[in-house]
């Protein structure tokens, strides 16, 4: 890029040798004038990076005005020609601030040097004063109040925000003592200025010279009053919550406690009413409060269980226990349930011996994922598998039920949540179980894991830390064990349940028989076995009929299975 | 005149069955699908039920989607809105919303909560025009 030139000279043959010496050294140039108005006209349009100016002049202005005049409006380089080297002319000519001076007549070389240093310094010059601009433009823009000051406190510079924070008419060559305004107080440092406090974050620093002279001091103030108050706000929040919480897990103990009390009434009362002579319809109604009542209680109980682990009131307690034990006082527990789906239960767990732990809550934990397993599962079967390794007890719990996807993984151990949690409930019972297992197993400092496949099945693996007793002797053990398997035609009738004896006997039926027949066949066979006593209620049969109206074998099976249980617990015994 | 009571807790199915033997016969079932099916099958039978009392908690199918079932299928034999069956639903949840929903819907003809005031039932027997026996 050629650098373009400006000649202001009136002498026109001094005007055209200048032009040719320039061109022939790669010079541009734009035009030559020949006073200091057309000049400055020149200069502000043209924009040159360098003018040659004379200093004498004819017309108005001579060429330092006309430099003097262009330097206000733009920036360029200005060599003065002169044929004078008098003292008062070069004192003129200084004062404005040129570039260079060139006395006529002029070597070729002196010219060019003079040009080339001209416009090469004017384009530092102009460099110093943009990155002196950006440094001001960056100073002026953070937010963080920057002074600087000398040995003897005098503001040599502050930016924008510092401006603000002292205050708007203060400026450079005031006296700025640090000392003054800022205090540390209770571990928090303040800027004070009038009244106004403010937290602040500080930090100064000395300036240094080449020579190590200590010319300075830069001091570094951040505004950090905001977050200060967000701390504040973030603390009143967490403390309001805790006390939130507080609050919500006194009320639920409360309730429950509210809750059990006239419900121990009821069971209570129910029960002694057994005892007085009634009538059989009376005697219906009591059991049916009665199963009512303990339903009820049982809910309460889980709900009042979890808010104790919330509250941070349950305690654990150790004992010896066996294993296989609690899995078949739990497979106890669920036998009708299981009976009623046709469950399969298979228990391939390694022999273990005698446990030392917290048997109520290991209890709790398995009984509540086998509930679960039962309640989720419409047919098929429920594997369990148990073994010790480490001092870690392991028991897993698989299931051919529902199953639930990724998505509900994470959510169903929170309270309240069950898979299905639209009013199609299928699956009763109000949703603490799982989240109860988790606070169970958190308190034993045991774990959990959950795999899943939807409508194929899932299984749930506990691990919990345990000990191996010292002491294997076994006491006195319940042989009331449950066994749930319905092969093996060796087996004496009497080893069957009688549910499972009429299911077998249900099933040679047909469907098209009258339902009234069926009721007497039926019931007939279960005399004659010296089964339960079948109560056939008339709702049953009309169900039944209904199925059977429909051609619905499956249907017609569950309703039987219904009637044989329920007449298990009502009528209650063998004939 | 014929009542289907759709209630599936034990307790309740047999409280509701005396209750409600005083205007008519009824027959009980146990979860949405039977309704729908025991409703169906009664019409094909000629002997369709003037009342159903239904809860809205029910397994297989609930009892709002029941009753949208038999709505539907009433529409489809060509009844006019007039000689629907009466339908109350009942529930035992704490917040009607629900029941609202579909009473609002126009589909029931009332609810009722529960655990049920027998005077309260009797009233809104009453009120649909049924009659002690």
Known sequence: MKNRILIVE?????????????ESNGFDVIDIVSNGSRAVEKAITEIPDLILMDINLKGSIDGIEAASLIKRQIDCAIVFLTAFADEKTLKKARVSDASGYILKPFRENELLITIELAIKRASVKKKIEENS??????????????ITVSNENQII?????????????????????HELFIHVEGGRTYFQYNDKKTD????????????????????????????????????????????????????????????????????????????????????????????????????????????????????????????????????GTFKDQIELKSLKIVDNSDDIPLLVGDKNKV????????????????????RIRSQVKENTLILSIADTGIGFSEEQKDS??????????????????????????????????????????????SQFTIRIPIDISDDQKSEVEDNRKFEPSLSSTENPLSEYSDLVILLKEIDKLLIDDDYKLIEKKIKGYSKSHKLIELNFESNVLFRVSIAMKLKNKEKFKTIMKEVIVDSEKTTGGRL | MRILIVEDDFGSRVLMKKLLSVYGSCDVVIDGEEAVS?????????TPYSLVMMDIMLPEIDGQEALLQIRSYEKSIGLSDKDRVKVIMTTALGDPKNVVTAYNKGEASSYIVKPVEIAKLREEMTKLGFEEQ
Request: one cysteine or more; aromatic letters at 8%; hydrophobic letters at 40%.
């Open chain 1, 10 to 22: 009136d002498e026109s043959i001094v005007a055209l040798d200048l032009q040719n010496r320039l």
């Open chain 1, 133 to 146: 601009n950006w440094l001001y433009s960056t100073l002026n823009n953070i937010q963080d109040a920057v």
């Open chain 1, 157 to 177: 510079f502050l930016n924008e925000s510092a401006r603000t924070l002292i205050g708007e008419n203060v400026s450079e060559g005031d006296v700025f003592d």
């Open chain 1, 200 to 331: 602040i974050d500080y930090f100064q620093t000395d300036i240094f010279d080449e020579d190590k002279t200590l010319l300075g001091k830069v001091h570094f103030i951040h505004d950090i009053s905001k977050q200060v108050a967000f701390e504040i706000g973030l603390e009143k929040a967490r403390i309001a919550a805790e006390n939130s919480n507080r609050a919500k897990s006194d009320f639920l103990a409360n309730v429950t406690h509210e809750l059990r009390t006239p419900l121990n009434t009821i069971i209570g009362m129910n029960s002694l009413i057994s005892e007085l002579y009634i009538d059989e319809e009376v005697s219906k109604m009591h059991e049916l409060i009665g199963q009512a009542a303990e339903t009820l209680l049982r809910q309460v109980n889980e709900l009042l269980e979890f808010s104790d682990i919330d509250r941070g009131q349950l305690k654990i307690n150790i004992s010896r226990f066996s294993i296989q034990e609690l899995i078949s006082e739990i497979l």
């Open chain 1, 363 to 382: 209890r709790d934990i398995i009984s509540c994922l086998f509930s679960n397993a039962v309640k989720f599962t419409k047919s098929g079967q429920i």
């Open chain 1, 412 to 457: 169903i151990f929170n309270l309240l949540m069950q898979v299905d949690g639209s009013h199609t409930r299928i699956f009763g019972g109000i949703g603490v179980g799982l989240s109860l297992v988790k606070e169970l197993l958190d308190l034993l400092n045991g774990s959990i894991e959950v795999e899943s496949v939807e409508s194929e099945g």
């Open chain 2, 38 to 46: 025991s409703f169906k099958l009664a019409w094909e039978e000629k």
